[in-house]
């Protein structure tokens, strides 16, 4: 879609004296702004899936947080028994 630009403003182009993406029927508006059941699926499907790689990596950043503090503990125990 070309555009117009005039001093900071960017304007769609008109095509036969219409809007490139503009909607004249207000039904079809409804619809356009209607996700699908399908859509809405594939949308949470996919907030389910950057969730679930999202906890697998603090999982594995916690994991290894306890690990070095718990060597660090081991550490200052044995510290501890050889005084």
Known sequence: ????????L???ALTDGEFQDAVSDP???EEKKKPTA?????LLESKMHELS????????????KMAK??????????????K
């Open 10 to 12: 960017k304007t769609p």
């Open 53 to 64: 790689a999202s906890l697998q990596k603090d999982e594995t950043l916690f994991a290894e």
């Open 1 to 8: 879609m070309a555009e117009t630009q005039v001093d900071g």
């Open 69 to 82: 503090i718990s060597s660090l503990i081991d550490e200052l125990i044995r510290e501890v028994n050889a």
């Open 38 to 42: 399908l859509q809405v699926a594939q």
């Open 27 to 29: 039904a079809k508006q």
